[in-house]
């Protein structure tokens, strides 16, 4: 089972949408399970204070690492990854999201304000993964966006375990086009090799579609494909 470990100052969005549909029923069967930390019982002074001003001037507050340092250390489990949200991060991507579909356990930390303490990152072996080249208020959009694409390659999660497999990105080029019934709607006609049942003439097809789609649109993926 997949143990994750939440690190937020706002508990309450947590499970959220990943107590919904498929997630739901996952958590329900124990497929994975989730910890959520408030960083903010972690904070020694009276008034819980878990952030302060950036030395050296600027706008915004800080995460300060005594406190996030406290916390994680009560919580993290040894030899596990712990990753903070960060648009300063390495990108995040369906390879990675395939690793940690494997492991045992791992961590995210949830950033708010400005950021964190620099320091936190190296003393705590802490890896920065960003969600993409834009800047959210705060890291718990990028962890469920995180755990969505992780959870649904557990083992179990999805109905069709082969669904999965047949994605977008999955085999490093964009999903062929998809269609259902009716088989003509507002005049237009499903691909007639789609009908013919001979499965793998509808192999090739989708597989000359995906091409053609990469190549049209991610330019970046195609020649990544076609070095392979
Ligand atoms: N001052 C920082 C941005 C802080 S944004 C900078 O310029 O790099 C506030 C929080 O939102 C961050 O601590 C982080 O946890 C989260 N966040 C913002 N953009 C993100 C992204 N693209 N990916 C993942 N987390 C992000």
Not at 82 to 102: C, E, M, R, T, V
Not at 189 to 218: F, Y
Request: aromatic share 8%.
């Amino acid at each position: 089972m997949l143990q994750v470990q939440l690190f937020t100052l706002y508990p309450e969005v947590f499970p959220g949408p990943l107590n919904k549909g498929i997630y739901g029923k996952a958590l329900a069967k124990n497929l994975w399970s989730l910890n959520v930390i408030n960083i903010r019982d972690a904070a020694k002074d009276k008034h819980k204070t878990v952030d302060d001003t950036p030395y050296g001037g600027g706008s915004g507050m800080l995460l300060k690492p005594d406190v996030l340092a406290s916390s994680i250390d009560k919580n993290i489990k040894k030899g596990e990854r712990i990753f903070y949200l960060s648009p300063k991060g390495k990108k995040f991507n369906q390879n990675i999201a395939q690793d940690l579909s494997k492991v045992n356990s791992f961590s995210l930390i949830c950033g708010h304000f400005e950021g964190v303490d620099e320091r936190i990152l190296s003393t705590r072996n802490i890896e920065e993964i960003s969600i993409g080249d834009y800047v959210l208020s705060g890291g718990e959009t990028a962890a469920l966006v995180i755990l969505d694409s992780v959870l649904r390659l557990l083992p179990g999660v999805l109905g069709n375990e082969k669904s999965a497999s047949d994605e977008t990105f999955e085999n490093g080029l964009l999903e062929y086009p998809q269609y259902t019934k009716p088989q003509i709607w507002e005049e237009k006609l499903v691909p007639k090799v789609l009908l013919s049942g001979d499965h793998s003439k509808i192999k090739d097809w989708r597989l000359s579609q995906s091409e053609a789609i990469t190549r049209d649109r991610r330019p970046d993926l195609w020649q990544k494909y076609k070095k392979k």
